[in-house]
């Protein structure tokens, strides 16, 4: 199991930028696949970025060359810098984290969200 709490949303001007920071209560090393996941409303919740223990990362097409994950492991910390916005960016952000287990398979643990508004 993890506890992820999520902080950094906000009100941005189109153009602007945020960054959004997701803390673990566990090493993140430890989890699968740390992500962040927005959800508009009447939309599915899509996944924005996401970094493996590993470090591998990838993005959404719709993010790229904008958004940036990254963490500190030693903070059990994830980041999403993200620039340029756009008000199609507006959704509720979610962290992600994915863990394996041998009995259970994959297991997703989310963090509470964090609104981002983007105004044009």
Request: glycine letters at 12%.
């Amino acid at each position: 199991q993890v506890q992820l709490v999520e902080s950094g949303g906000g009100l941005v001007q189109a153009g602007g930028s945020l960054r959004l920071s997701c803390t673990a209560s566990r090493n993140i090393l430890s989890i699968y696949r740390m992500g962040w996941y927005r959800q508009a409303p009447g939309k599915q919740r899509e996944l924005v970025a996401g970094i493996t223990s590993g470090g591998s990362t990838n993005y959404a097409d719709s993010v790229k060359g904008r958004f940036t994950i990254s963490r500190d492991r030693a903070k059990n910390t994830v980041f999403l810098q993200m620039n340029s916005l756009k008000p199609e960016d507006t959704a509720v952000y979610y962290c992600n984290g994915r863990i394996w287990d041998v009995s259970q398979g994959f297991s997703d643990y989310w963090g509470q969200g964090t609104q981002v508004t983007v105004s044009s």
